[in-house]
């Protein structure tokens, strides 16, 4: 969609108030903010007050068998008189880093595919400097925003002054406006609000429309929910007075590049929450998507433990007779620490000893423990994650494959993830090639070569196990050196593999020691020389050969 025109146009789009309610309920649960919790399950700023993403949820979604609206912990209000004790276990926020570090905790391999030119040599070496630490940073900081919100989106920016490469922006699923083509994003309007000058009451929103080659920007002055009137000028706010020095009179600028500079990363699909929701079915799947109510459940268990703890607290109740005072309307009290009491002879011949009682209630720890662990074991197992990868089963020693056998849902989770992170880190540092050629001066770059991505092992094979394979398969003359080295560090690049060959058989060569060699010349210059009979044999090689007769005689 272009940019809209000046009026009272609503904003963000109609056509985007389910998924962003969907992602603010996300959200909450990714920051672990209790109060967002409470608003977004109970408070005034929750669903219910979008009249459109209410009448989507009224279907059935959010409403219990018996007609009445889900019963959610966050959404309940505390007893009026008593203190808000509500805690909140932040596993939400755990999950999306957990998926995020599977994916990202090492630089996956970008190289040209197939080729071994020069420029594809110069231009694989530029790619890993895309991926340095910055780089890597913030494809792991995508990763996991697109974990626990269901998308995000890819930017290529510029600017030299600042950096001598382009590099990435990420921008949350909220601030785009997508338009698809077959499933595949065309367009975008990126949006943001800006500060607001001297009249408060005023929102001002910068919009920049992306298309293939080009960027629209404009910017507008209107109200909550309302896009409100096109300025004539991107001068009139401060924060994009520099936009109109490289745009023309209609607030365009060309980049140069037949490509979108903005790239949609999706978490996982087929989407399954917006079903039947207009253009939404190439937008991705949070992890937390249908777990919610469980994670609310983890919560309401947790905080009644902590209620047990605090309900279970030893009291010493006492009667009124036993109190000091100072006096008549005084305050009484009694002094826990003292060692003496006397006794009082009261009614029914009663001593002081039998009236001083202590109450504690029972903590119910084995019952609320048993209920958090097999409510968080099923929370990480719907979100696709083994409970190992959190630490679930201790930090035993165990062999590699052990620990994938123990990780198999959470290393499934990740090559599943790895099938929609592919085609977008490529597709992404394809258009940050042809911006550093076409704007930053790059140098033996190529665009439009293929590339390729290989990520590395989640868990890496254990040495001594790895070591003991490579004798046997050697003892057993079935694997040649090239393998050996490609078994030991597969990490590798085939010209290091086969410059590492050289070096082992250069090793070899030079530690080996030929046959009646005893002074371990290796039968190079400089050996000792070697007397010879008049027909050329070596002196005393017919007396050894003869003994050598003489021994196998003896023997048979």
């Not at 999950?95 to 599977?102: D, G």
């Not at 605090?310 to 009290?333: A, E, F, I, Y």
């Not at 123990?406 to 880190?425: M, V």
């Not at 002196?539 to 003994?547: L, N, T």
Request: hydrophobic share 40%.
């Amino acid at each position: 969609m272009p940019l809209p025109p000046s009026g009272n146009t609503p904003w963000p789009p109609p056509q985007l108030e389910i998924p962003h309610a969907d992602m603010d309920m996300w959200r909450a649960w990714y920051s672990g903010n209790t109060d967002h919790l409470a608003a977004v399950y109970g408070g005034p700023a929750n669903y219910r007050s979008n009249a459109v993403a209410r009448q989507f949820f009224e279907v059935d979604q959010r409403r219990a068998a018996g007609g009445e609206e889900l019963r959610m912990f966050w959404g309940q209000a505390a007893a009026p008189g008593q203190q808000a004790a509500k805690l909140h276990i932040p596993l939400a926020g755990d999950v999306a880093e957990m998926s995020a570090n599977l994916l990202w905790s090492d630089v996956p391999t970008v190289s040209v595919d197939v080729d071994s030119s020069d420029l594809a040599k110069s231009t694989t070496a530029q790619i890993r400097r895309y991926l340095d630490d910055r780089g890597h940073a913030k494809m792991r900081e995508a990763s996991e925003m697109a974990a626990g919100l269901s998308n995000v989106y890819l930017r290529v920016v510029w600017d030299t002054k600042l950096r001598p490469r382009p590099w990435t922006d990420v921008i949350a699923a909220e601030a785009v406006v997508p338009t698809w083509r077959w499933g595949e994003l065309a367009e975008a309007i990126v949006w943001r609000e800006l500060a607001p000058l001297t009249n408060e009451s005023k929102v001002w929103r910068l919009l920049e429309f992306h298309t293939p080659g080009a960027i629209e920007y404009g910017l507008y002055e209107g109200r909550v929910g309302v896009l409100g009137i096109r300025a004539d000028s991107l001068a009139e706010h401060p924060d994009t007075a520099d936009l109109g020095k490289r745009t023309d009179g209609q607030g365009r600028q060309a980049t140069g590049i037949d490509r979108l500079l903005i790239t949609h990363l999706p978490n996982v699909l087929p989407n399954r929450q917006w079903d039947g929701v207009p253009d939404t079915a190439p937008l991705g799947r949070s992890d937390y998507a249908g777990i919610e109510p469980m994670m609310d459940a983890l919560d309401e268990a947790w905080t009644s433990w902590m209620r047990d703890l605090r309900l279970g607290k030893s009291r010493v109740v006492v009667p009124q007779s036993m109190l000091d005072t100072d006096g008549p309307g005084t305050v009484g009290s009694f002094n826990l620490d003292k060692e003496l009491l006397v006794g009082l002879n009261l009614l029914g011949d009663e001593s002081m000893k039998d009236s001083i009682t202590d109450l504690q209630f029972k903590i119910r720890v084995e019952e609320h423990e048993r209920t958090c662990k097999a409510l968080r074991a099923q929370i990480l197992a719907s979100a696709g994650y083994s409970g190992q990868s959190f630490g679930d089963e201790g930090r035993v020693a165990v062999t590699a494959t052990e620990v994938a056998a123990r990780k198999e849902l959470s290393l499934s989770t990740r090559g599943l993830k790895i099938l929609y992170q592919r085609p977008a880190l490529l597709a992404h540092l394809t258009v940050k090639m042809m911006v550093d050629v076409r704007h930053c001066g790059a140098k033996g770059v190529d665009p439009a070569a293929e590339l390729t991505a290989s990520w590395p092992q989640a868990v890496q094979p254990d040495q001594e196990a790895t070591a003991r394979t490579l004798q046997l398969l050697d003892s057993a003359e079935a694997i040649s050196t090239y393998m050996k080295v490609k078994l030991r560090s597969p990490e590798l690049e085939e010209a290091d593999v086969l410059a590492e060959v050289r070096r082992i058989r250069d090793d070899q060569r030079q530690s080996t020691v030929p046959a009646g060699d005893p002074y371990n010349t290796g039968g190079g210059p400089g050996e000792p020389s070697v007397e010879t009979d008049s027909d050329g044999t070596e002196a005393g090689a017919d007396e050894s050969q003869d003994e050598a007769e003489d021994g196998l005689r003896a023997a048979s």
